[in-house]
Antibody, heavy 118, light 107 residues
């Protein structure tokens, strides 16, 4: 059974940093691209970042470029999102999602809440 | 970047009604389109991929069609458990933009 479990969320002040982790199991993690998708309270889904299976290709939404860094450790079956210079508008539930080779997200984690507030 | 526009933003229909949601891409994406269902307080769930292929386990009352720039999600007979917000997503290239969502309610 495919499982994706996010951790590392919480409350942080504006300008602060957080590192999200996503532990993957039930599939061969090293062969899949992975994504982070977020959802602000009461709002729609927003794609944040993608990383290819071998980390060769990395993409970011303009809203987080230069502040967030996606990475992965295939030996540990883990995906990460380092979030720096956090802003109030980054407040959201962050989902880790597995990406099919053609781009759609076929499995999602339960999500982790990040709150940026003083 | 490709923009995705869904319509309507919300709808209310009766049980058994046929419901159609439209998603328009600002440029052609062939069939690189997915539809997701998100029930209140729940995780998004993949319904349809490649514009028209039903994900395993999804009821057959859901269907998708379209290619290029215009896509539709149809629920042939709306059920109470279909109350949710539905999102399209272009999967052609980064950024993998989502539509703004369509909230479906029962009248």
């Amino acid at each position: 059974e495919v499982q994706l479990v996010e951790s590392g969320g919480g409350l942080v002040g504006p300008g602060g940093s957080l590192r999200l982790s996503c532990a993957a199991s039930g599939f061969t993690f090293s062969t899949y691209s992975m994504n982070w998708v977020r959802q602000a309270p009461g709002k729609g889904l927003e794609w944040v970042s993608s990383i290819s299976s071998s980390s060769s290709y990395i993409y970011y939404a303009d809203s987080v470029k230069g502040r967030f860094t996606i990475s992965r450790d295939n030996a540990k079956n883990s995906l990460y999102l380092q979030m720096n210079s956090l802003r109030a508008e980054d407040t959201a539930v962050y989902y880790c999602a597995r990406s099919h080779s053609s781009g759609w997200n076929d499995y999602w984690g339960q999500g982790i809440l990040v709150t940026v507030s003083s | 970047d490709i923009q995705m526009t869904q319509s309507p933003s919300s709808l209310s229909a009766s049980v058994g009604d046929r419901v159609t949601i439209t998603c328009r891409a600002s440029q052609g994406i062939t069939n690189y389109l997915a539809w997701y269902q998100q029930k209140p307080g729940k995780v998004p769930k993949l319904l349809i991929y490649a514009a028209s292929t039903l994900q395993s386990g999804v009821p057959s009352r859901f269907s998708g069609s379209g290619s290029g720039t215009v896509f539709t999600l149809t629920i042939s007979s709306l059920q109470p458990e279909d109350v949710a917000t539905y999102y399209c997503q272009e999967c052609n290239s980064a950024p993998r933009t989502f539509g703004q969502g369509t909230k479906v309610e029962i009248k």
